[in-house]
C-alpha cells in the first residue's frame, strides 16, 4: 500500500561541518545510530501530521520483517536542555504467545 504524504516535502539541508548548507531534496533519511539499528525521519508525512516531525524505527519498509524476526525497536527520549532532544532506540526480543494448556 503507498503512503499518502504531503507535498511538497519539508525542505531538508545538509549542514556541513563549517556552517554551510546544502539543499536535500529527500522525502526520507535513515539514520544508523548502531549496527542494525536504524532510525526513518520522515520529511513528507501524512497529511493528519503535517508540521510534525515523524520518526520511525526500523524503518518503514523494514518494521514487518524486524518484527517477525522476533525483534522489537522502542524509542526511549530524554530532554537534555529546553531545546535538546535526546533519542535513541532499545531492541528487545519480542516475548512469545503461551498457549493455554489443556486441563
Known amino acids: ?3 499518502e504524504r504531503i507535498s511538497p516535502p519539508y525542505k531538508v539541508h545538509v549542514l556541513h561541518a563549517n ?3 546544502k539543499p536535500l ?4 533519511i535513515v539514520v544508523e545510530v548502531q549496527p542494525g539499528i536504524e532510525i526513518e525521519i520522515d520529511f ?3 497529511p493528519n ?3 510534525h516531525l515523524v520518526l520511525l524505527t526500523p524503518p518503514a519498509a523494514r518494521m514487518k520483517r524486524v518484527y517477525d524476526e522476533g525483534s522489537v525497536d522502542d524509542f526511549a527520549v530524554f ?5 535538546v532532544l535526546h533519542v535513541l532506540v532499545e ?10 494448556r489443556k486441563t
Open 1 to 3: 500500500m503507498k503512503r
Open 19 to 21: 556552517g554551510a548548507r
Open 25 to 28: 531534496d529527500a522525502t526520507a
Open 44 to 46: 513528507a508525512p501524512h
Open 49 to 51: 501530521f503535517a508540521g
Open 79 to 83: 530532554f537534555g536542555a529546553s531545546n
Open 91 to 100: 531492541r528487545r526480543t519480542r516475548a512469545t504467545r503461551r498457549t493455554k
